[in-house]
C-alpha cells in the first residue's frame, strides 16, 4: 500500500526546495519512482492519495487506509510512503517474504520514523494502531513495542533516510541513490539559490564519496 499524496498535493505540505517549480520536480521523481518499483513486484498495490484518506488526523487516515485493504480480503499489509529515494524493490521483496511466513516488518528512517512497516490482519487492532506516536522521532520504537506486546515476530530492514524538509535534502547521501551527480547540482543549484562555490564542494564531496568503495549490503537494486 502506498499512502502518499500526489505531488501536487505533496508540495502544499512539504518543503523540500524554496522555489514552488523545483519542488514539485523533486516531488514528482520521488513519486514516479515509488510508483515504478511498486509495478516492479508480483503482488496487488494500492495507492491510498489524499482523496481516499478518511479521518482527521495522520494516525486516523492512515489506520482507515490499513482496514480499507483489509477489507478487499487481504491478510496482511505492507506500508510505503513516496518520501524514501532509496526504496527498492529487494527491500520490498524481503517485506513480502516475511508476510508469507506470518512475520511483521519494520524499515527504520534515520530520523525514528519508518519508511515502511507491515501488519497482518489477525494482529491489527484500529485504535491502537491509530494511536502511535505517526509523524514522530518515537515511531520506529513505539511500532516495535506494539508488536512486541503481541507477540509478533518483526523482522527490520536496513535504516535508510527519507526526505521530510529542505535540510534533509540537501544533506541526503545520494551516494546510491538513482539522482546521478548531473541532476543533484541542477537542483542544489536552482533550488536553493546557493553560490557556486557552495554548489561545487557539495559535488566535490559527492563525487569523493562515490570514488570510495560501496558498502557490504548496497541500497539499490
Known amino acids: 500500500m502506498l499512502f502518499a499524496r500526489t505531488p501536487e498535493s505533496e508540495i502544499q505540505h512539504k518543503l523540500l526546495s524554496q522555489k514552488t517549480s523545483i519542488n514539485k520536480r523533486i516531488s514528482q521523481l520521488l513519486y514516479n519512482r515509488t510508483k515504478q518499483v511498486l509495478r516492479s513486484l508480483d503482488v496487488a498495490h494500492y495507492h491510498i ?39 527498492n524493490k529487494r527491500l520490498l521483496d524481503q517485506a513480502i517474504q516475511n508476510a508469507q511466513k506470518g512475520q ?17 490482519k489477525d494482529h491489527f487492532d484500529a485504535s491502537t494502531f491509530e494511536s502511535l506516536p ?36 540537501i544533506h541526503f547521501n545520494f551516494k546510491y541513490s538513482f539522482w546521478s551527480v548531473k541532476q543533484l547540482k ?36
Do not use: M
Open 49 to 87: 492519495s489524499e482523496s481516499q484518506q478518511v479521518g482527521g488526523s495522520f494516525g486516523e487516515r492512515f489506520s482507515n487506509a490499513v482496514a480499507k485493504v483489509f477489507s478487499e480480503g487481504f491478510d496482511h499489509v505492507i506500508a510505503i510512503g513516496a518520501d524514501c529515494p532509496n526504496i
Open 104 to 120: 511483521c516488518t519494520l524499515g527504520p528512517a534515520k530520523d525514528g520514523g519508518a519508511y515502511l512497516l507491515s501488519i497482518s
Open 134 to 169: 505517526w509523524e514522530s522521532s518515537e515511531l520506529a520504537k513505539a511500532y516495535t513495542q506494539y508488536l512486541d506486546r503481541v507477540d509478533i515476530h518483526l523482522n527490520l530492514l536496513e535504516t535508510l533516510a527519507d526526505l521530510d524538509d529542505i535540510h534533509g535534502f
Open 186 to 221: 541542477s537542483y542544489i543549484t536552482q533550488a536553493f539559490n546557493q553560490t557556486s562555490q557552495v554548489v561545487h564542494y557539495i559535488i566535490f564531496h559527492y563525487t569523493i564519496q562515490s570514488l570510495r568503495g560501496p558498502p557490504s549490503t548496497s541500497s539499490i537494486d
